[in-house]
């Protein structure tokens, strides 16, 4: 249920959205999919997912899960996990202030999140409220994305400014 | 009056106009805006417009979370000193720095001192109208402290040395052309610029650079919470986010009516924010955050990573002084989504250069230029026509009109008196603390008394006041402009028809007395349309309804309007006396002109005492046609077999333009629901306001805007006709009918006649 609007909504936010197995094989294929050519990819581990989950993917001799400050600006995707996600406004919403995951999340043209499917709260309120996902959402630093960065001070609706210019999203499936 | 030498619009920026406390300078501002802004003010602000109304009707609670955003502000601000101490806990426990500026030189030196001490060279500045406000990259600047704006709105700004234009989208003044021009000049490259992608490419480019450099990082907050230290920051070009996780160090900059109890509380704003602003459910990129991060910062290459050092640096400037006001304090509690700037008909047509001071804009701005400044800086606020569309559009219900009302008074208050003055206020029976007013101001504010004497000698009064002497006079006396045709006052007036037919012993009773109402004889409709008022009586009789008419009595608008607040009062004390009886037995109050209307529903609630109001709220005020579909439907009555379109000699096809207030109200569906159960194919206006807003249009300084913003209209109207051929103007407002009699040059009728010419 959840699902199906989440995706419906993170596409009209233009996002791009993949529901894949909870496998590691999956995962792999998924975001490699995802990140195509890009010759490197920079990697922040995941607070809640098990890493394990993302070993094949961070096999990838492209990826870098230290990656010096030159290469932070200058790579194609940054994959990291979003610890929660919203139906409503198809948002995932990253934690920046676990170790990498906040910069790894904004500085490359391509951004990649790996959400649990069941992280996918109804309402942005939601991430506001004590009784769901642990409360969260009230500790946390943490931004909601929802699509690609994007301006409209230029004139016409551009996507892809100081942020990423696309946003893909893979959800775990129950 | 001074009248405005013309100006070349191209020869002046938008700062030398920004301070409006001469009249000049808002004479001006409206003819450079007009001249240069206007097409994309209007484009960029409409679309925010449409985009907010979709997207707060996919809000199933829209209503109720307005209710609870407004509940938190209240509370907010009257426990504000309880809430800033707890706040200060909050962010040193965090283990953030806070400091609570007095005044814009406290706040600005504070940062500078922070900045210095650091060694910071390099800013990166993500959006933050407050900054403006206090003038902080001067200040910086004169440290020697490069400020990069990062937005790429203030980043525009930033290259043409221009004040903001709008509370979240700044240079939403400037076309994609106008931008490329600039760019092309200041940056004297050959670079294309002529998309959007390519300005955002190149502007992106220069910037990346100075984040990955800048020694510092300020922005703003759009929301601060007391328990936990939290900011929310709304955002979607993703420079919020590098200014705070990139630098070392992090300045948050807000004035202190940002603060709210909790950060359960922003579950509430986080869903009326972006769609009440830019009208996504949310837009790319909100931050919560409780400074500082725990995550690295970004070291540049080359340089080691430093410590997070984070700022709160909450300003008050003059809002604990509005905090204190009894009218002002409400602008306190602005979330700052910019709704009442869209949804604003002038705004839409000349934004925020012209309808905005130095920092602030819009129908809130004049209160928030009055409280961080002078009264005078809120001149601009006159351009605030009272049309209410916003009321129903800030999420935090804020009676942005009457707070602008409020203002014009104490503004008329600052006017030197002189005995001219006041012996036109006593004659035309201005309260003596209104008499300082403007002379146009207490012309129109007392037009019942002028429309009065025309009416005992209509004849004459028309063939004088078609004279150019007299207009010439009228102008230079009262600022009447010339241009606008007056409607002629009719042989009778309202109550005189009325009065007329209990002579001509016609049925008084109606066929079946099931309903009794009774008609206000409004003073607009009593002296300039009373046929009209006829035949809204006609219409309700036709479905059995019995009516009677009142007598005819000022209720305050127009006074209201001009800001002469006391006067209105004593009006609206008048007619509440006469229509109290009435409303004690339960009666309808049926009431033709909407602006009236809004009076008995809403802005009574300032003018009458507490008693008296409590009556009015109950009561059932109602607009002719939602009191006869009402019953109609109560009776099960078919309104097509009584009214039926294919009689009408008008034709079937109309055009129909709701008044502002009569939507505000909620009370223009109906008549579109009536005239078409009646058979007539119906093409309704989308614009807030035809922009002639009872007297606004009239007033010389203001004719050109207000034909302006009925060009909206009239286009709609055209656009119309452009398929089957003419369709009959209905309008439901007195000065609706006068702007689209200007603008279209043919009759304009209202519903009930169109009603009443179905039957033969």
Partial sequence: MLIAEFTVAAIQAVATVQVVDRSPAALCAAILQAVGAASRILYAPPQELPASLFSEFAADPRVRANATPDEMVNSAA???????????????????SFERTGIVSLMAPLQVAVVAAETIVPQPRDLFRADVLDGRGLKRDFVFVTGPSATADMGPLVRGVHGPHKLHIIVLRY | MSVATPVNPADINPRQVANKSDKKALLDAIRMTLSVQSPAVRRNTQTFNRNRYAATALLPDYNELKDRARQIKEDAIANLPRLLEQLEASVRANGGHFYLAKTAADADQYIRDVLLRHEAKLVVKGKSITSEEIKLNHALEAAGITVAETDLAEFILQVADEQPSHIIAPALHYSRERITALFKRKFNTDLPLDTGEELTVFAREKLRQQFIAADAGISGANLIAADSGSLMLVESEGNIRMTMTLPPLHIALAGIE????SRTDFGTFIELLPRSGTGQPLTSYVSILHPPLKAPSFAAPGKAAKPREFHLVLIDNGRSRMREDPILHEALYCIRCSACMNCCANFETVGGHAFGGETYSGGIGGSWEAGTGTLMNARFSELCTGCSRCVTQCPVRIDIPWLNENLRQRMNVEQPSSAAKSAFGAMTGSASEDRVAPLQKQFFANYHVMAGEAARFPAMANAVTRLPLVRGLMESVVGLDRRRKLPPFP??????????????????????????????????TNYGSPERGMAAMRVLREVGINVELSPSSPDGRAAISQGMIATARRQASALAQLLLPHLEKGRVICVLEPSVLAMFRSDYEHLLDAGTWEKFARASFMEPLQ???SIAKEHGTDLSQIFRASKSPHGTRVFYHSHCQQRSCDAAWQTIEVLRSCG?????????????????????????????????????????????????????????????????????????????????
């Fill in chain 1, 78 to 96: 940054g994959v990291t996990e979003a610890f929660a996600a919203v139906a409503s406004t198809g948002s995932v919403c990253i934690d920046v």
């Fill in chain 2, 258 to 261: 940002k603060v709210v109890p």
């Fill in chain 2, 491 to 524: 042989p009778k007036t309202w109550e005189q028809l009325y009065r007329d037919e209990h002579a001509d012993n016609r049925p008084r009773a109606a066929k079946s007395a099931s309903a009794d109402v009774l008609m206000f004889a409004d003073v607009f």
């Fill in chain 2, 627 to 629: 009191a006869l579909l």
């Fill in chain 2, 680 to 760: 007539f194919d119906v093409v309704t206006s989308s614009v807030e306001c035809c922009g002639m807003a009872g007297s606004f249009g009239y007033k010389r300084e203001y004719y050109e805007l207000s034909m302006a913003v009925g060009e909206d209209l009239f286009a709609q109207v055209r656009v119309a006709e452009q398929e089957g051929g003419p369709r009959t103007l209905v309008a439901s407002g007195t000065s609706c009918h006068e702007q689209l009699w200007a603008g279209m040059g043919r009759e304009v009728i209202h519903p009930v006649e169109l009603l009443v010419s179905t039957l033969g």
